[in-house]
């Protein structure tokens, strides 16, 4: 089957699209023959060697964390899905004809295959950053940078919750912003005046999702230093913020597709996507290494 693989560590131009072996579902997955499978910047730093105790792979090692498509294998011990069912969900090396996913949910046929490809790790981790703030209704939460993948998913999930948020992002964002229900407001310098001024009574969380915002502006913002979380700049977490990197122990991913299902169903979260065939996967990951993609990437087999 094809799939896109790195063999060494480098840019977008280890990138192939490979013949790989296909995989099989083990005991508690299924196989889909994949509809589309979403672009993170965590294969990005992957394949850069960006990742903690990087090396470089034995062989082809194949991208991509999650995916939409249909059944065409359920494995051991698996109940409540069947051979020819629509679902999305998590895998490892989705970016391929066919993978196996470990949390999945059923795709309502309403909800397009690429924006259920983009939604899985998207939804997951905002259901994790919303719940480990500890966010109620009525309260306010700062997003730093708020127009990408997971920040687009994380504002429209709090608003959904009864939140005001308000959310950073570049210029040519604001109106995206302003389109997914928050108070947009430009970074940079002099960010932490402006938040004040969309916020006057003070944000109760700050949700540090791009990574790029000053250590001392995110806390300036917050109420108390453990009321910062980020997923991105995990050096906050010496200076007294928190961090959250995704272990098993903090993750909810089939109660996070639940919740999302729903969201999305009722267009309370809509998703941007670009798609690209998988043949264009280095173009999709120049795009993602760019650092300023609205919304999510998705590759087509
Ligand atoms: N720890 C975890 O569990 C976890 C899970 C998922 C993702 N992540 C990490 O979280 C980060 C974001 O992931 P993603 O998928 O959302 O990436 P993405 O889709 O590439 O989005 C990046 C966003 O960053 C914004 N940005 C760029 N410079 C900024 C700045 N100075 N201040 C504020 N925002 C800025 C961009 O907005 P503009 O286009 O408007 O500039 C863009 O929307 C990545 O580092 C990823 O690896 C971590």
Known sequence: MRAVTYSELGGPEVLEVADVPEPHAGPGQVRIKVAAASVNPVDWKTFRGLMPGAQAPAGPTVLGWDASGVVDEVGEGVTGVAVGDDVFGFGRGTQAERTVLTAWAPKPASLDWSVAAAAPSALETSERVLRLLDLQPGQTLFVAGGAGGVGAVLVQMAVAAGVTVVASASADNQGYLAEIGAVGVPYGEGLVDRVRAAAPDGVDAVADVAGKTPAADLFALAPSRDKVLSIANFDLAAEGGRVTGGSESERRPTEAL????????????????????????????????????????????
């Not at 996967?281 to 300023?292: F, N």
């Open 258 to 301: 639940a919740q999302g299902v729903e969201l999305l169903r009722e267009s309370k979260v809509v998703i941007k996507v670009q798609t690209f065939p998988l043949e264009r996967a280095r173009e999709a990951y120049e795009t993602s290494l760019s650092g300023h993609v609205r919304g999510k990437l998705v590759l087509l087999p």
